[in-house]
């Protein structure tokens, strides 16, 4: 490598993935946590169950290889990549409620009452694939299918991890410098949900396919940068967010100004142009996310996502209402497990909407993409996880590399990251909720 700051970025994230992972285990073998985890009242309920051996009937999340890696989700995906939308040994929803089947769940309507659906239809196609096409070499190990597709899981997420880091370098170094750059990537690992990055969820692969389509945008390699925004957008509903800095850069070319030209030309000799073509390019994303909303698995999705996650898009009303009542049961500090829990999620909301907003200046199309990133996750619902989806902005990274030039600042939120995502990271690894 004749980029000695890329060099760099590669043995900080190689060993950054061996300290996560072995901190992990360190952390599990140390310690025990006390059950049940009362951080929601769903969590408490849930997590009573069997005491404490609440994923005991779960086979995606009792494989003991790489066992510290799951949780929650990630028994979604994993049962995606081994045996489809429909494997048997996910949970379905039903009028009764959810369960472990023992037979296909797959009905081919949606919406009625008495029907049975996978839970894992809540979820989109593309990281389950891609585990799947990584499990294949993989098998040769000789471990069950489980354990292949949990190391395939992480390796995906990791990948995806480094491919965001070098993405996130190239796109700030040219404002913030190598070091600036430099800096970026590593919040990126550090914030407190990355550890995220490293786990059985799609949070490492949508961040390596978002960003590295930001930055195929700014060397303006369209097709590039098209194809990962379609890519992301399968990954995480919330890719659709990238048609604006998609929009964003076409318009600033100026291209748009001659479609009519275009138009007349393409009539007269059928020869797409390139401004034509462009234009396509940039509305890609929304082209893939509508096929996807009007299939099967759109509507699926809808469903499940309804009827027993509790989400939708852009539930202002009743996300500020949830965001509101969270804050106020936070500052009573009548359950101390609830408080602490809900200071992690605030702090980081916090720290990521001063960011982005201040991003704006310096990093128009990041800080858009990264505002829409933000509503869409906040409002979506039910007042959790919006620290780890603002691992997807990529302006907050940026912006806290812009201010990580002060010596003080870089130390001080390292120290806060690393403390943060070490209780968070245990937190995870003995399947209590984090996000």
Known sequence: MKNPTVRTILLIWLGWLLLVIGFQALATARIDLQWPDR????????????????????????????????????????????GGYDDPLVPALS????????YITHIPTVGYQNQILSLSYAFLPFYPLVVRL?????SLLGMNVIATATLAGVLVSALGALAAMLSLYDLSRDALGEEGGLRAAFYLIIFPTGFFLAQVYTEGLFVGLAFSSLAMLKRRIWWA????????TLTRAVGIALIIPMLMTWISTREWYHLDQEWSQIYHSGLPLRPFLRALLAFSPLFVFLIW?????????????????GRG????????????????????????????????????MIVAVIAILKARKNFPELAWFSIAVFLISWGS??????????????????????????????????IASL?????????????????
């Open 293 to 309: 909303k009007f299939s099967y698995l759109g509507a699926a999705f809808d469903y499940v996502e309804a009827n027993f996650f």
């Open 225 to 232: 940068a098209a194809l990962l925004a379609c890519a992301a």
């Open 313 to 348: 898009y852009l539930d202002i009303g009743g996300s500020f209402y949830s965001w509101a009542n969270a804050l106020r049961t936070m500052l009573s500090y009548k359950n101390p497990q609830h408080s602490a829990y809900y200071f992690t999620e605030f702090f980081g």
């Open 39 to 82: 951080a929601q009242g769903w969590t408490t309920t849930e997590t009573a169950k069997y005491e404490g051996n609440y994923q005991r009937d779960r086979a995606y999340l009792m494989e003991p290889f790489m066992n510290n890696q799951v949780a929650w989700d990630s028994e979604y995906y994993l049962g995606m990549s081994v």
């Open 381 to 414: 619902g039910p007042a959790q996880g919006i620290h780890r989806y603002v691992l997807a902005a990529p302006a907050l990274f940026v912006q806290l590399g812009a201010w990580g030039k002060h010596p003080a600042f870089d130390r001080v939120w390292t």
């Open 419 to 435: 403390l943060l995502m070490a209780l968070l990271a245990t937190v995870f690894a003995f399947d209590f909720w984090v996000a």
């Open 95 to 102: 009028p009764d409620g959810w369960f472990i089947p023992n």
């Open 134 to 138: 990584f499990s294949i070499p993989l």
